[in-house]
């Protein structure tokens, strides 16, 4: 985040996108305050504010040093593409940033979520992936949830698919949207959260 002074927010907001070459629109104020003088005049006014850019940023070096701590040299390519930061990860031991079942992997991404959560006071998304696993994990569920959306419509009996991840769940009820007949409804807490297939008429 970077702190910006001018005699009022708007000329504030002015010299934040002039120096960061953003539209002003695209500039989150984070907090804002007044300088008084005599008589309790307003002197100028200070913002700190931040662009999508260094909430990009702020995640990668945060990723890097999680990762370098592991003792785990790693090239980190991010993308930033309708709200969600991609960041792919390389390095010469990705079955152990990987984990089992990819427990890992999600660790990192939850532990970096939440720090960029708290930092910029909102809801970052966040998806890691290491040589495409991620997207080979999506097709494995997307074809369990297509198959099971198919035993549903003809028996009309409710499958719970095994717990998932925010994003997994995510691209389940996206795959299964078009499906006549099924529903996708989340239920669970926490680590136990996972999708129903519904019959609807």
Partial sequence: MKTFTGKTKEEALALAAAE????????YIDSEAENKGLF????SVDIVCYTDAMV????????KRIIEKMGIEVKLTPSYQEGLI?????SD???????????TLQALNEVCRNAANSTFKKRVRILLDINDYKNDKYAKIISIAKREAVRVSKTKITASLSPMSADERRVIHNAL???????????GEGKERHITIVYVE
């Fill in 93 to 103: 031991h990705n079955s152990i940033l990987i984990g089992k079942d990819g427990e």
């Fill in 86 to 90: 991609r960041i792919k990860i390389s």
């Fill in 56 to 63: 990009v940023e702020y995640v990668q070096d945060y990723l």
């Fill in 177 to 187: 949207v078009s499906f006549k007949h099924v529903k996708t409804v989340s239920v």
């Fill in 40 to 43: 309790g005049r307003i002197k």
């Fill in 20 to 27: 960061l070459n953003v539209p002003v629109e695209n500039i």
